[in-house]
């Protein structure tokens, strides 16, 4: 890949691209098998980095950076100087929009002629959590209607925290779930499976994924982060593994979106969005919402949130038509 194309993709992920770039973007993810691997690759950096350095210290190394000597070391930041070395990428694993698994359904997101602005928007599903939902099950689900995931369960006010829609919430309880029994975990996740089969008859079709989390202030010390992942599959799922596994999630996804953001603490909610190409083709998608206990490590053992919350979820589904 050239200079001018790197910079490129490291203006789309910082989103500092401009109108007359985007176009061109598009294009070279189109067209370029490498633009794309370049994505998808710093997508697993990214999570397996983290995910490794909450694990084990000695991990740091991997990325030049010295536990001992950084007592609030922030492995978002530190990850963004180390792919600083594949420059000019030198933030993008910090707020990814991957959908690039599949060549057919990036041509559907990145092509040229893909107009925001013509584009015809519906709310295919929402949450917050009013009725139905009182408590997460455990692992991953199999079928629509039900969260699923770590220990979470949906409370009214408290901790001097409102709900962001209605009288209810989503609180994050534990890295894990009962009978998971994990050894070592810092990251809480809820899971929601949707149906969108036959929402995209013709043309070419976006789903954005939109929620917003709230945390209580926490002590000095700590970080924590909060996560949106959508996942587009076009198989049965009765073909999937049981029990069904996230791995098996990101190799048999058409396409994967993927943000985080920074939580304050300061009691406000912050919103994400995150968006991923559909088509014709896809049956369903997976929303994946998750909190991030970054700071400090917990070397074996497992994170309990003390007061993190998610609310508002919602999908929308953008819709430009072909054009005759």
């Excluded at 910082?14 to 189109?30: G, K, Y």
């Excluded at 041509?107 to 002629?113: E, G, M, Q």
């Excluded at 209810?168 to 089969?197: C, P, Q």
């Excluded at 912050?270 to 014709?280: A, D, H, K, M, N």
Aim: glycine share 8%; aromatic share 8%.
């Amino acid at each position: 890949m050239t200079q001018d194309e790197l910079k490129l993709l490291n203006g789309y992920l910082n989103e500092t691209i401009s109108d007359e770039e985007l176009p061109v973007l598009q294009f070279l993810l189109r067209e370029s098998v490498e633009a794309r691997k370049m994505f998808r690759s710093l997508c697993t950096v990214d999570a397996k980095l983290q995910e490794r350095a909450a694990g084990d210290p000695a991990t740091l190394h991997l990325i030049g950076v010295s536990a001992a000597k950084s007592p609030a070391y922030n492995s978002r930041a530190s990850l963004r100087s180390w792919l600083g070395k594949l420059r000019p990428l030198t933030a993008a694993a910090a707020g990814l929009v991957i959908g690039l698994f599949s060549a057919t359904m990036v041509f559907a997101y990145a092509s040229p002629s893909f107009n925001p602005v013509k584009t015809a928007v519906r709310r295919l599903w929402s949450d917050s959590f009013e009725s139905g939902t009182l408590r997460t099950l455990p692992g991953l689900p199999r079928q629509t209607g039900v969260w699923t995931g770590d220990e979470a369960s949906v409370v009214e006010a408290e901790m001097g925290l409102k709900p962001k829609r209605g009288v209810k919430m989503m609180r994050f309880i534990n890295a894990t779930f009962t009978g998971e029994n994990a050894e070592h975990s810092v990251w809480g996740d809820v899971y929601r499976l949707v149906d969108v089969s036959g929402q995209v008859s013709s043309g070419k079709g976006v789903l954005r994924l939109a929620a917003v989390f709230n945390c209580v202030p926490f002590p000095e010390g700590e970080e924590y982060s909060g996560k949106l992942e959508l996942c587009a599959l076009e198989d049965d799922l009765k073909e999937a593994p049981q029990p069904l596994t996230l791995p098996w999630v990101h190799e048999n996804s058409a396409a994967i979106g993927l943000r985080k953001i920074s939580l304050k603490g300061d009691g406000s909610w912050q919103g994400g969005t995150v968006e991923v190409p559909v088509s014709p083709r896809t049956r369903f998608v997976l929303v994946h919402l998750a909190v991030h206990r970054q700071q400090p490590l917990l070397p074996g053992k497992t994170a309990h949130f003390s007061g993190h919350y998610l609310d508002d979820v919602k999908i929308d589904l953008h819709v430009q038509p072909i054009q005759e």
